[in-house]
């Protein structure tokens, strides 16, 4: 769920034409340009100026902007209302806020672990250590259980939210990314442009969706959150979120968090990745890997490109 170590493996064939074969959204695959591969997930480093200016587009195609700037899409700021310590050895990899407390699922092998975080200060008020080799990923919470992923394991954990006791496992035969739920199923990204809808209680997939911008694909989606009925997806290597139609996989619009961290924060600090929100109290929060700060953020559009203002938050 995370910004792996190319958390997955995107093959990617560079010869002047890639293909992803990740993502089967249309007939044919769609030919991106040349770059070179990014860093590996686990130890990808956070580049001095935005990632927009260095990092392939996360759409499929060709882009004259890094950045996707569609007309009918609508372009989110943000404007920053705190901002919380964060547990710098802490490999964010998913995030949920629930009934005052943040639960976290940090990555790696030999240091991932479920945690239950203490929002104002950063303490880690409970921990459970993960299993070696394992990678962990995303994170949810349904009907008082902790739902955790991990990254090239094909196997899922079911915790007890308040004792962090195991109570099951279940496979699947993607990668695992990032992880939520509309209330009623579990919402699952694989790296790729495909959301899958999982029954909570067998785990089958019961739908697919593939996330395009303007009919193009969408890649590398990775920690998701289900925000006021729209899917809220980290795009693994940006700064960007994107605000996903749950019914038709449409990005609704782009949320570019670069400038979130000083240059002196950046030091030693991983990508963006973490997504949660307080639906009692409307409060959006976002985070990353080995970051010294968590942020709660206001979103407003900056470019309504031609539709009417949404809704700041």
Known sequence: MSDHPQHHSLALAIAGIIALSACSASPAATPLPTFAPPTPRATATVPTTSPAAVLQSPLASPLQSPIPTPAAVTQYGFEVVAAYPHDREAFTQGLVFDDGALYESTGLNGRSSLRKVNLQTGEVLQRRDIDSQYFAEGLTLFNNQLIQLTWQSNKGFVYDKATFAPLREWRYPTEGWGLTHDGRQLIMSDGTATLRFLNPETFAVEREITVTDQGQPVVRLNEL?????????????????ARIDPQTGHVNGWIDLSGLLSPAE????????????????????????????????????TSAAGLPARDSR
Not at 229 to 234: C, I, M, R, Y
Not at 268 to 291: E, H, P
């Open 266 to 301: 950046q030091q030693g600090a991983d990508v963006l990745n973490g997504i949660a929100y307080d639906a009692a109290g409307d409060r959006l929060f976002v985070t990353g890997k080995l970051w010294p700060k968590l942020f709660e953020i206001k979103l407003a559009p």
């Open 225 to 241: 959150e289900y925000v006021r009925g729209e899917v809220f997806a980290n795009v693994w290597q940006t700064d960007l979120i």
